[in-house]
């Protein structure tokens, strides 16, 4: 069992940034793969950005390419999403993700095993 708690939303103006963190418990995150996803009212919950267990596997959703990057620090349990130029359009929910696997992340949120309670991020215009 592995939970995963989000942190580092807020309100940020259009062009700022924010880093979120996603801790996770347990004593085998290293074998996790990890995936961001997010969801604005009135929408589907859509994949962001993944990163394999071993960070060489790091696919993004076309619209954040250049501007999010995921990252993680096995040693610390945790994994990132640095967010610069922030648009309006980027305000949601974004959760964090994870399932026990040696193949890269999947896009689909139904793969994965273990989901955080989400943290808001809110871009203002």
């Known amino acids: 069992q592995v939970q995963l708690v989000e942190s580092g939303g807020g309100l940020v103006q259009a062009g700022g940034s924010l880093r979120l963190s996603c801790a996770a418990s347990?004593?085998?995150?290293?074998?996790?793969?990890m995936g961001w996803f997010r969801q604005a009212p009135g929408k589907e919950r859509e994949f962001v950005a993944g990163?394999?267990?071993?960070?060489?596997?790091?696919p993004y959703t076309d619209s954040v390419k250049g501007r999010f990057t995921i990252s993680r620090d096995n040693a610390k349990n945790t994994v990132y999403l640095q967010m610069n130029s922030l648009k309006p359009e980027d305000a949601a929910v974004y959760y964090c993700?994870?399932?026990?696997?040696?193949?890269?992340?999947?896009?689909?949120?139904?793969?994965?095993?273990?989901w955080g309670q989400g943290t808001q991020v809110t871009v203002s215009s």
């Open positions: 347990g004593r085998t995150f290293s074998s996790y793969a």
């Open positions: 990163i394999s267990w071993s960070g060489n596997s790091t």
């Open positions: 993700a994870a399932r026990s696997t040696v193949f890269r992340p999947s896009t689909d949120s139904s793969w994965y095993q273990y």
